[in-house]
């Protein structure tokens, strides 16, 4: 079997694609069912028909192109990520995955390859969370990890429901039916890029992922007591903002000190009210995202960070209140599918490095239905989500080579 990636071919197909976008180049804004949207996913799909793969959507628009195997009926292998993209973000985040998966197949095709097991490359909805509020939305589903019910609550920025969007967007069939049966995939790949610099500072060119860390953030409120910046004397004062204040430097302390690199904790949001510069505030908006790649670790910071609000609540005599919007677990990658990854880059002479994600992908899902593994490519300074997100196309190709490989091995 003589594998060749066209990588003439997968590069003028990424730069088509990041030319469906509602920004400017070189930057990227593909926002899931919008109509740019849909006009990549048409353009997607021809391209999978053109290699012979059988296309098929689920009710939230989960897409499946399948090389059928000559063993119809065992387990597919799955391999695939996601096209939508953030506004103002780059060209190569979840498209390499996607892009590259398909030129894997096609490689293999040329190759004169045929697989036991069924190949499907897969397409997920809305891994980013632009526009329903959370990441990850097809997968999620894809695999049970949020019911059809919780889905059909969410609603868009302009108070649309995922039922009445989708629809729109020609999707039939019921949400609770996109969930897989057991035993479906026999194993997942996804190809990304980095998104961090850790390949790039160390001159390797792959990383195979070996645990994929999980956030949870939670929303905080501290109600404190307003008033005069003049009038109210110190020892009066219930200030919101010096609560929070104490409390981001307790949940920043909880990750140092886990005991683990791993861990990390970040307040990315934190709205003052009234938000004068007289006024002492009374109130304040907090957002917290917790990290690890090891559960236990983790739900270490988020009690520490309870700890924390109690203390604070008692001490300053300020109402404080959490609530979680998601704690997803942490994924461990399954060692069948990380040794299938790392044979494939030995035999292609290439040096890898075992690796964690630090972002999470649909595979921290599709790791609860298959067994998972990641396999990351270089990207220039660790940029992501932003225009000048870049992956070179040797790296491109590398990754797209090794995951065909993979996925020889796996489907023979
Ligand atoms: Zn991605």
Not at 19 to 27: G, L
């Amino acid at each position: 079997m003589k594998l060749e990636v066209d990588r003439d071919r997968l590069l003028s197909e990424i730069e088509t694609l990041a030319a469906i976008s509602d920004a400017e180049a070189p930057a990227v804004t593909r926002i899931v069912f919008t109509p740019t949207d849909l006009k990549a996913r048409a353009w997607l799909r021809a391209r999978c028909e053109e290699a012979n793969l059988m296309v098929r959507q689920d009710a939230i628009g989960n897409t499946f192109a399948r090389w059928a195997g000559s063993d119809a009926k065992a387990p597919a292998v799955g391999t695939g990520s996601h096209i939508d993209a953030i506004p103002n973000a780059g060209k190569y985040d979840g498209v390499v995955g996607v892009l590259g998966g398909l030129e894997a197949i096609r490689a293999l095709q040329r190759s004169g390859f045929r697989p036991t097991r069924s190949i499907e490359l897969l397409v997920f909805t809305a891994e980013e969370p632009t526009r329903f509020g959370i990441g990850c939305l097809g997968s999620r589903l894809l695999c049970g990890s949020l019911s059809a019910a919780a889905a059909k609550r969410l609603k868009d920025g302009d108070g649309e429901s995922i039922e009445e969007v989708r629809r729109k967007a020609g999707l039939r069939g019921e949400l609770d039916e996109v969930k897989s049966p057991g035993g479906y995939y026999k194993a997942f790949l996804e190809l990304h890029i980095e998104q961090g610099p850790v390949l790039e500072r160390r001159k390797i060119p792959l990383g195979v992922v070996t645990n994929i860390a999980a956030p949870a953030s939670m929303r905080v409120s501290i109600e404190g007591a307003g008033g005069h910046a003049g009038g109210v004397l110190m020892p009066d004062r219930r200030d919101a903002l010096c609560a929070a204040a104490v409390l981001i430097l307790a949940i920043e302390t909880a990750a140092r000190t886990s005991g683990a690199a791993d861990t990390v904790a970040t307040v990315g949001i934190c709205e003052v009210f009234p938000g004068a510069v007289n006024s002492i505030p009374s109130r304040v908006r907090l957002s917290a995202d917790i990290r690890d790649t090891d559960l236990a670790r983790r739900d270490g910071v988020i009690k520490a960070m309870e700890n924390a609000c109690n203390e604070i609540s008692a001490r300053r005599r300020v109402a404080i209140h959490t609530e979680m919007l998601n704690a997803d677990a942490p994924a461990e990658c399954a060692p069948a599918v990380v040794q299938a990854l790392s044979d494939a880059c030995r035999k292609h002479g290439q040096e890898f490095l075992p690796m964690i994600s630090r972002a999470y992908h649909d595979s921290l899902f599709m790791a609860r239905i298959a067994p998972a593994a990641m396999l990351f490519i270089p990207c220039r300074n660790g940029y992501s989500h932003r225009p000048d997100e870049y992956a070179s196309p040797e790296d491109i190709a590398r990754g797209a080579l090794v995951l065909a490989e993979a996925l020889a091995t796996l489907s023979a």
